[in-house]
């Protein structure tokens, strides 16, 4: 293929006009995905982070996947016979891909941000502490025995997770002021936070991508809004759906 065609190809596939097209996008980066990851089984797994980083990496790939699947459209028979036709629901589109935005966007906080072993093992703890302590609220739920056990495991897990943090070094060169910001991340069950340096900046969900200079600002900033429109059921959600706005 020459420098021409393969230009054209991509403008064709970047406009992405039709299903088509989308599809074929989404296969290539499917493809890629796979082959970089076919090792994986094989591969010796040094540490917890980087095996749940290739973990991570596969769920991002069976996302894309399931995109292309919604793409040749959802049908259904009821038992009288009657059917659904051949139906692009937006909702799940955007739910889905929202998703996958924002998987993309923690890999990349937790495992490309950081620039030394100790930012690695902050950001990736605070990621850990997050999921574990949302999952504490089911203590209440908690009926047999091993799962009693399972929530005080997970809690002293937590404590030891903390003090992983808090002696590292570059915890402890911070100043007060940033040592507080990762300790309100902590609190507030979250870790979208970057370091410059000595020091913290705060991040959100609709601005992340722009950290790692792949995209022009404020571009994803109404695009992730867009899509959350379609995470909850919204009245432009609800409506899009069946054509009446």
């Not at 059917?83 to 906080?109: Q, W």
């Not at 072993?117 to 999921?131: F, H, Q, R, T």
């Amino acid at each position: 293929m020459t420098q021409d065609e393969l230009r054209s190809q991509f403008v064709r596939l970047q406009d992405h006009e039709n299903i088509e097209d989308c599809q074929e996008l989404i296969g290539i980066h499917a493809n890629f995905m796979m082959l970089a990851m076919k090792n994986h089984h094989s591969e010796n797994i040094i540490s917890e982070y980087e095996g749940h980083g290739k973990l991570v990496l596969q769920m991002i790939m069976t996302k894309i996947i399931a995109v292309n699947s919604l793409l040749n459209g959802l049908t259904f028979v009821a038992t009288d016979g009657s059917s659904l036709n051949k139906l692009l629901d937006p909702v799940i589109f955007g739910t889905l891909i929202r998703n996958i935005y924002e998987t993309v966007a923690m890999f990349n906080l937790v495992y490309r941000t950081p620039n030394t072993p100790d930012e690695k093992k902050i950001m990736y703890n605070l990621w850990v502490i997050a999921g574990l302590k949302y999952r504490q609220r089911f203590e209440t739920d908690a009926r047999t025995e091993e799962n009693k056990q399972k929530v005080i495991s997970e809690r002293q897990q937590i404590s030891e997770l903390i003090s992983e943090i808090e002696d590292t070094e570059l915890y402890k060169s911070l100043d007060h002021k940033y040592r507080h910001m990762i300790q309100i991340k902590i609190k507030d069950k979250d870790y979208l936070m970057k370091f410059n340096g000595n020091q913290i900046e705060f991040l959100n969900w609709s601005k992340i991508l722009e950290v790692f200079n792949v995209v022009r600002p404020g571009l994803f900033q109404n695009t992730y809004t867009y899509l959350s429109l379609y995470a909850h059921p919204s009245h432009v959600s609800v409506f899009s759906v069946w054509g009446y706005v």
